[in-house]
């Protein structure tokens, strides 16, 4: 069972990344699948979420317009489009999943992708 999170980088505030969240050993369809970020010195907070009952999405105040979730069933992939970059959107980035239900709440997710690391300078 393996989470993997891909796609990050170094881009220009403005500039738009996608990472990608690929499973390998389980269906990712079963689980809500978030998106979590960690700054240097900060806590890891919620990004975004899909649930896997209904496809409901959630996103944190900060990316909300900015950042699109979506799953791929056919791919077991949830992608997460980064648009209008930020340096603070700097922080490595993790996916993870979740049994019941979405929750902005890292211990509520089971398992962890290693996370990739998104930079936003000039």
């Known amino acids: 069972v393996q989470l993997q999170a891909s796609g990050g980088g170094l881009v220009q505030p403005g500039g738009s990344l996608r990472l990608s969240c690929a499973a390998s050993?389980?269906?990712?369809?079963?689980?809500?699948i978030g998106w979590f970020r960690q700054a240097p010195g900060k806590e890891r907070e919620g990004v975004s979420c899909?649930?896997?009952?209904?496809?409901?999405?959630y996103y944190a105040d900060s990316v909300k317009g900015r950042f699109t979730i979506s799953r791929h069933n056919d791919q077991n992939a949830v992608y997460l489009q980064m648009n209008s970059l930020k340096p603070e959107d700097t922080a490595v980035y993790y996916c993870?999943?979740?049994?019941?239900?979405?929750?902005?709440?890292?211990?509520?997710?089971?398992?962890w992708g290693q996370g990739t690391l998104v930079t936003v300078s000039s």
């Open positions: 050993g389980f269906t990712l369809n079963y689980y809500a």
């Open positions: 899909i649930s896997s009952r209904d496809g409901s999405i």
């Open positions: 993870a999943t979740a049994l019941l239900r979405c929750s902005w709440y890292p211990k509520d997710f089971n398992y």
